[in-house]
T-cell receptor, first 112, second 116 residues
Framework: AQTVTQSQPEMSVQEAETVTLSCTYDTSESDYYLFWYKQPPSRQMILVIRQEAYKQQNATENRFSVNFQKAAKSFSLKISDSQLGDAAMYFCAYTSDNDMRFGAGTRLTVKP | DTEVTQTPKHLVMGMTNKKSLKCEQHMGHRAMYWYKQKAKKPPELMFVYSYEKLSINESVPSRFSPECPNSSLLNLHLHALQPEDSALYLC???????????????FGPGTRLTVL
């Protein structure tokens, strides 16, 4: 069964600094998608970044980038120039077929 | 437009009530989902409607009943709920990627349900 593991329940970063959130997953599939979602206290799940497994190049979206290591089954999220609005719960997610699996989440605090 | 709408935003119901949650998307997505999310936990998949076929998480009790009137709408009918069913209920939709795989899921704002 596919599983997603986020080993950092909580992380903290100073405003304008860089932080990296970790995610590992387990799968026997070769073709799948990986995502990072953000859920602020307002509760809506917002897509941060998406990675296709067959693409070697790491995805980037403005201040957000990933380090995708397919062989190691690792998918970390780097947030550069952290802003107060980045404070939220971050979920790593994996999908193949009809099912999306989420990690337990990492709560990110941004200190002014 | 990547908007998924959900109504109502909040719902309080007694254990003997019957109510429905509504989810709508106009992105032409072929798959829609219902999730249950408890505080500080990830969403748990309840139902998937994909290619006009319903898939059910077998652990979901029968007091939850999904209905898909058309490809843009997904309802969740609630009957005889228990206090432990109180949670945030999220709806999502997604296009289907290569090989019919689920691609990015776009979430609605959720319905906060309280069962008294």
């Amino acid at each position: 069964a596919q599983t997603v593991t986020q080993s950092q329940p909580e992380m903290s970063v100073q405003e304008a600094e860089t932080v990296t959130l970790s995610c590992t997953y387990d799968t026997s599939e070769s073709d799948y998608y990986l995502f990072w979602y953000k859920q602020p206290p307002s509760r809506q799940m917002i897509l941060v970044i998406r990675q296709e497994a067959y693409k070697q190049q790491n995805a980037t979206e403005n201040r957000f980038s990933v380090n995708f290591q397919k062989a190691a089954k690792s998918f970390s999220l780097k947030i550069s120039d952290s802003q107060l609005g980045d404070a939220a719960m971050y979920f790593c997610a994996y999908t193949s077929d009809n099912d999306m699996r989420f990690g337990a989440g990492t709560r990110l605090t941004v200190k002014p | 437009d990547t908007e998924v709408t959900q109504t109502p935003k909040h719902l309080v119901m007694g254990m003997t009530n019957k109510k429905s949650l509504k989810c709508e998307q106009h992105m032409g997505h072929r798959a829609m989902y219902w999730y249950k999310q408890k505080a500080k936990k990830p969403p748990e998949l309840m139902f998937v409607y994909s290619y006009e076929k319903l898939s059910i998480n077998e652990s979901v009790p029968s007091r939850f009943s999904p209905e898909c009137p058309n490809s843009s709408l997904l309802n969740l009918h609630l009957h005889a709920l228990q206090p432990e069913d109180s949670a945030l209920y999220l709806c999502a939709s997604s296009p289907l990627g290569r090989g019919g795989r689920t691609d990015t899921q776009y979430f609605g704002p959720g319905t906060r349900l309280t069962v008294l």
